[in-house]
């Protein structure tokens, strides 16, 4: 009989505390086993400080700082009209472009750079290679296409841009993490790739063919 009552009141005790105090009002916060940091003991923007003398959180930028950022990932209106080829990868009349847009230089510099945003964003999954043997596949992630195969051998230049842009299938959208300029290396240095796979003793300059003991 003794456990009847306290399974009755263990009853009593749930239904109020789930429908009983359903819509009331109090202004003590609610009961927090884990807070995660909800509230911190940090200045807000533009906020009071009594720490410094003047005052105020914010504090001037110390001399010699230069400025971090990507920019915007999306062009405006204006840029995109006037140079689609170089912002969206299409020419005028929306086709993809092929080749590269006339302010992007193709030089040593150039493949440098896009390297190294390959080796930061490309290379886990596609591989160091572009071959799509990334580290990600050693954990589940399988079908990261080639570069290698003739299909994308052939793709034009604007459409590398365009999936970058917007990603395609399970590739997510790039641009909010490399920018246009980087973009364009990055093709550049995949173009590198492909042709590094391709190249035969023909494509090596006479000057360089003794350093291969080529006669």
Request: charged share 20%; net charge neutral; hydrophobic share 35%.
């Amino acid at each position: 009989m003794r456990y009847a009552y306290l399974f009755l009141f263990f009853i009593v005790v749930l239904g109020i505390s789930v429908f009983g105090f359903r819509g009331s009002i109090s202004t003590k916060p609610p009961l927090e086993v884990f807070p995660d940091m909800d509230r911190q003991a940090k200045y807000h923007p533009q906020g009071p400080s009594a720490f410094f003398a003047d005052g105020r959180a914010d504090r001037p930028r110390p001399a010699g700082t230069v400025a971090f950022g990507r920019g915007s990932s999306a062009p405006d209106a204006d840029a995109l009209k006037a140079d689609p080829a170089y912002y969206a990868g299409k020419t005028a009349g929306g086709e993809w472009v092929r080749g590269f847009p006339a302010q992007v230089e193709i030089g040593s510099r150039l493949l440098e750079r896009g390297g190294q945003r390959f080796e930061i964003y490309c290379a886990p999954c596609h591989g160091a290679l572009g071959d799509g043997n990334g580290i990600t596949k050693q954990y589940g992630m399988g079908a990261t296409p080639t570069f290698h195969d003739d299909r994308l051998r052939q793709m034009a230049e604007g459409e590398l841009f365009n999936t970058i842009t917007h990603g395609k299938g399970n590739m997510l959208s790039y641009a909010d993490k490399v920018e246009t300029s980087d973009r364009w290396a990055i093709i550049a240095y995949l173009r590198a790739l492909q042709r590094a796979q391709t190249g035969t003793v023909a494509d090596v300059p006479p000057s360089h063919k003794s350093e291969l003991g080529i006669q």
